[in-house]
């Protein structure tokens, strides 16, 4: 039975309890994953083992699309051409989103950038982005469909989203660079469009940081001297400057500079028997 488009929209992005594959017609099929996400996929049997291709995702493919699809991969398939060469006889010395990502990460990531930030971009782009166009050129997918991709992943994760979009854009950029692909629609889509920024939070020190300092201060001249600029006699006289919240030196041109700032924990006794407190 012929599955509607109707239905799909009923399916997608609620829960669902339903079989996990939905068959349409004529080998089209949707499998539905546990995570809302619906794969629309081709199946048929080739020298008589059976086989799956995957056409797309919904609704960045919608069901009329995927069954115009599905015809052309019939005819492929009764006239002796296996269906899988369908995406690299349309458009010829095209890479697919998946091919720009590997060749991006494998030539630039993985021999510019740190490993935390390699492995960054492996939980983040590579991850929600590598399969998400399968066997599809990069330059053929339109503004539309990676608008209903990217805001299927702001619904999931906003951040998260804002920063996927970031990241294949400068994937998408440097190979366009290195002429590997002439043009890509999400190249027209700002990363303010989706999502939301990720907060910076404030940190300050804490007592026992701020304690962990003075002492370390307290013990080391050469510290002492750098934070007094060079000069010996204020060192020495360090100890006798209990209430000092900042102290100032002078340049050969007069100028004070301001060294160092710490808030005094002479305030209160509590303070005052914590940075007298010896490890």
Known sequence: MAISDTKLRTIYGKPYSGPQEVADADGLSERITRIKIIKIQFRYRWHGKPNRLGLGRYPSLSLKDARQITADLRKLYFSGTAPRTYFEEKVENSMTVAQCLDYWFDNYVSTTLREKTQALYRSTVMKRMHDAFPNRPASSITVKQWVDLLTEEERDNPRRARQVLSQLRSAISWCMRRQLIDSCAIMSIQPRDFGSRA????????????????????????????????????????????????????????KSIARWVMLSAVQSSNKLSLFSKRP
Do not use: M
């Open 199 to 254: 907060e910076v939070g404030d940190r300050v020190l804490s007592y026992h940081e701020l304690a962990k300092i003075w002492l370390a201060i307290e013990r080391s001249y050469f510290i002492r001297c750098l934070c007094c600029g060079g000069r010996g006699s204020q060192s020495l006289g360090w100890q006798q400057r209990q209430n000092l919240t900042c102290w100032t030196t002078y340049g050969p041109y007069r």
